[in-house]
């Protein structure tokens, strides 16, 4: 543990707020003035610094490049219209990040540190939150290793980094999307309920191929018989059916989205059926062959809620009906913008001031 919480804070010279526009905020392009850093080494977390964004040096044998022990996460902190700050459900970012360090064997991050260092980065940075609808301060906190060493084996040291960036939506329109039948994200006991480095960079050729056919995204499938949908892309996939909303069950080839679990207790706060189960490829495309496949999107932080279009499914596209104002995704969508921007009560005590 840190003997004090202290954070050695070096403000930048050159503010590069004044270049932002915050009606054009591309996705993961441009990062705030600041980034919070602390490492591990000698058992112990150190040295916490809030410094000006840029790069950081390490090691050309640095273990997390070779072997991949790198992990990360992605929340978000909105405006709202008095130009307070909160941040959505950010414990349950911390839970899963010390969920996925338990899964690659690197240290946890106590609560103290972890709240500490991203509230002082955005009250720092406050400016550069967003308050333009439908945008947002995208975080992304990191992990990795930083031994230079090659030998197989979890390294002695990490560095936990927190960054930022402005971002508006991350899709633009309806998602057309496939099943993915050859390739798979992750199987039963392996590491796809953590987040990862190498859980986004091998379904990156897959996804590729999809995109090369003109599909945005895949619906990824079980590994062992690629019948069962897992999720969506980056994110989650929820479908409504007959009026219920029905979302794979977690597991550990899936994760569990923040997202995907605050969309659920809205359902379930609106009295409507949800059921976390085993949802098969047949199944959706005889639901939708019936009409009874109303909804299908996905969930997650960066795209919060992406309504999918078109499902291709062995060879052929299927197309959904449109969101309607009233259909539950959009609903859910207000809702979640309603309770983020405290337009309405937070009821289930989400959010947190910085
Ligand atoms: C997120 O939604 O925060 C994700 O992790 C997706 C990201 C890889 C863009």
Known sequence: MLDTLTIRTQQTTASRLTHLDPERLEFGKTFSDHMFVVDYRDGEWQDAQILPYGDISVSPANSALHYGQAIFEGMKAYKNSNGEISLFRPYDNLRRLNASAERMCMPLVPEELFMQGLSQLIRLDSAWVPDSPGSALYIRPYMFATDGFIGVRPSDTYKLVIFTCPVGLYYNKPLRVRFEERYVRSAEGGAGYAKNAGNYGAAMYPTKLAQSEGYNQLIWTDASEHRYVEESGTMNAIFVIDGKVITPALSTSILDGVTRRSVLQLARDWGMTVEERK?????????????????????????????????????????????KPDSFSSRASAALHAIRTRQTPDTHGWMVAV
């Open 279 to 323: 949802v098969s490829a047949v199944e959706l495309m005889q639901a939708l062959a019936d009409g009874r496949l109303e909804e299908a999107f996905g969930v997650g932080t960066a795209a919060t809620i992406a309504p999918i279009a078109v499902i291709g499914y062995q060879g052929h596209d299927h197309e959904l009906p449109a969101p």
